[in-house]
């Protein structure tokens, strides 16, 4: 039993060297002899080993498969002459491994070296050897085909249903909002509603600079009156900087302070509520379920780095389905303005996508959002009033900055080369 034992794993570690060997060689490419200068002088390979290597692809599976089963003959051929299973000693699990190393390293690292090596002169050789296990391993590795064309056709069907979807959407969409009986308003609306779901909270939060809050520590006279300062119903609260917001401030909380004219038992800090911190790339229809839930109506915008990126209400995203929705309170500007489609004054925080759909020119860009920060990348700096720059086939005047925050600015198109020469003639 025992040298039958060794033998099947002598046999097992020849098969899985041989097939590494040539396996090896299928994949070596022929060394170019140095007596013959030009390639094209140089004889191809035999016939046997030129129909190899065009379905070396096949012929790898196959040797793969053989040096697998190779392996696998002279693991349990050893396991069996050791005698591990009846007498299991820490002696015979040692020289197990080692044996097992031993193996491996000769018929497979060694063995696919050498056979990288030789080249064509062991795949000359081999070439019966792997003929045969071409046939013995052909059903396996038609099996391994036909799997990876199902997976293949898997993958494939799931990227078209879902290119063919997106496309049936867009599709809808436009037929949808062409309808000669669709006005302007509900055109709008139906669009908000196609784009809401990939909306994500950093495109329509009111950014940093524009938050306004109260400082945990201002007394309670001044806390008074920088709310109605502020005229929101709902402030954030901070400590030291806007980026460490403690605590959300509900206006309705202080009436019945207000009017008796007293600062609460503890301070005004008790009538706060914990914030809510959500990150910058959070879907605004998920915030919107969620404040339907809590019954909440403000969230603080995370940056990356744990600082205040800005914060979104329930208002901002309502807007996205049905516009911009004012009050007594809102400033009355309005984002773009424009004179006979030539002249466009925008607001700095006008998003280039809106930018882009109004003057027809593509402003878009990867890393900045608002017309604002576009100026801010091309100029590299804060711009003054009165800079002149060109942003395509516009000239673009900064009109208003207000601290590093570009504000307003004016657009209109550059002259051709076309025209003037036209207005040259017209004038000679």
Avoid at 23 to 28: E, K, N, S, T, V
Avoid at 141 to 154: C, M, P, T
Avoid at 172 to 196: M, N, Q
Avoid at 205 to 222: A, C, F, K, N, Y
Wanted: charged share 30%; net charge negative; aromatic share 6%.
């Amino acid at each position: 039993m025992s040298s039958l034992a060794w033998g099947l794993a002598a046999a097992g570690a020849t098969l899985a060297a041989l097939s590494a060997v040539a396996d090896g060689a299928l994949f070596a490419e022929s060394p170019l002899p140095s007596s013959v200068p030009d390639r094209s002088n140089y004889d191809p390979p035999s016939p046997g080993v030129s129909r190899v290597v065009s379905g070396r692809e096949q012929t790898h599976r196959a040797l793969a498969f053989a040096r697998v089963l190779g392996h696998l003959a002279a693991g349990c051929g050893l396991a069996v002459a050791l005698d591990l299973a009846d007498e299991a000693s820490l002696t015979k699990g040692v020289a197990l491994v080692g044996l097992g190393l031993l193996t491996v390293l000769v018929a497979e690292s060694v063995a696919r070296v050498a056979g990288d090596a030789l080249g064509d002169n062991a795949a000359t050789r081999l070439r019966g050897f792997t003929q045969l296990i071409e046939r013995l391993f052909a059903p396996v590795v038609a099996l391994g085909n036909w799997v990876d064309r199902l997976v293949a056709e898997v993958v494939t069907e799931a990227e078209a249903t879902q290119e063919r979807r997106d496309e049936a959407a867009a599709q809808f969409r436009d037929v949808v909002t062409s309808e000669p009986d669709v006005s302007g308003d509900e055109r709008e609306l139906l669009l908000g509603v196609f784009e809401f779901g990939e909306t994500t909270a950093e495109e329509v939060m009111v950014p940093r600079v524009d938050m306004l809050g109260i400082e945990r520590e201002t007394p309670w006279s001044e806390m008074v009156d920088r709310v109605r300062s502020i005229q929101h119903s709902r402030v954030p609260v901070y400590e030291e900087t806007i980026d460490e917001i403690v605590g959300i401030l509900y206006v309705k909380d202080l009436l019945p302070s207000v009017l008796a004219d007293e600062e609460p038992d503890g301070g005004w800090q008790t009538l706060m509520r914990p914030p809510v911190f959500i990150p910058a790339s959070k879907r605004i229809a998920d915030l919107l379920r969620e404040f339907r839930q809590t019954g909440r109506h403000i969230a603080i915008v995370a940056d990356e780095y744990g600082g205040t990126a800005g914060l979104v209400t329930i208002e901002d995203v309502l807007e996205e389905l049905v516009g911009e929705i004012r009050d007594e309170y809102d400033d009355e500007e309005r984002l773009i303005e424009n004179e006979d489609d030539q002249r466009y004054w925008v607001t700095g925080r006008l998003t280039l996508d809106d930018l882009s759909n109004a003057l027809q020119h593509d402003f878009t860009r990867d890393d900045v959002s608002t017309v604002g920060g576009l100026v801010l990348e091309l100029l590299g700096r804060v711009p003054r009033a009165g800079e002149t720059l060109t942003i395509g086939p516009f000239r673009v005047i900064v009109e208003r900055v207000v601290r590093r925050k570009v504000e307003r600015v004016f657009l209109e198109p550059l002259e051709r080369p076309d025209d003037d020469s036209d207005n040259a003639e017209r004038g000679s």
